[in-house]
């Protein structure tokens, strides 16, 4: 890699690929110090709005399933907002889920995320799959 490469700015879609790879690595302090602006929010039902709550249970979730596997299969930018659809498993033997991401940025930091996802049937009978 040279140099200009290792010195030109990550853009969002790439900020937030990593963002969610790191997430899913157990690296969530570091990835939300790293990415996620001061007056974030999210719209997970699950978890109270706030960064803290959502970056707790992102840490419980990290340390109950240290095999966690995500997979990108598709990012998509538009202006200051970032889809990103992927596999995540929790256990090699976990089908997984179909999970889309959508970031929104602000002065280059992610400052709002929703997440929906799909659990993965074992016995699906569509032939082409979720991906």
Do not use: C
């Not at 299969?73 to 256990?91: F, P």
Request: hydrophobic share 35%; aromatic share 8%; proline share 5%.
């Amino acid at each position: 890699m040279s140099i200009e490469q290792q010195s030109k700015p990550l853009s969002l879609k790439e900020k937030s690929i990593s963002f969610l790879q790191n997430v899913a690595l157990g690296n969530v302090q570091e990835a939300f110090q790293k990415y996620i602006g001061p007056d974030f929010l999210h719209h997970n039902p699950f978890f109270a709005g706030d960064s803290k709550s959502l970056m707790i249970a992102m840490e419980e979730s990290a340390t109950e399933n240290t095999n966690k596997r995500f997979e990108v299969k598709l990012a998509i930018q538009e202006k200051d907002m970032v889809t990103v659809y992927s596999h995540i498993k929790q256990s090699s033997e976990d089908p997984g889920a179909a999970v889309v991401h959508i970031l929104r940025f602000k002065d280059n930091q992610i400052v709002e995320m929703w997440d929906i996802g799909q659990p993965i049937p074992k016995d699906s009978p569509n032939e082409n799959g979720m991906f």
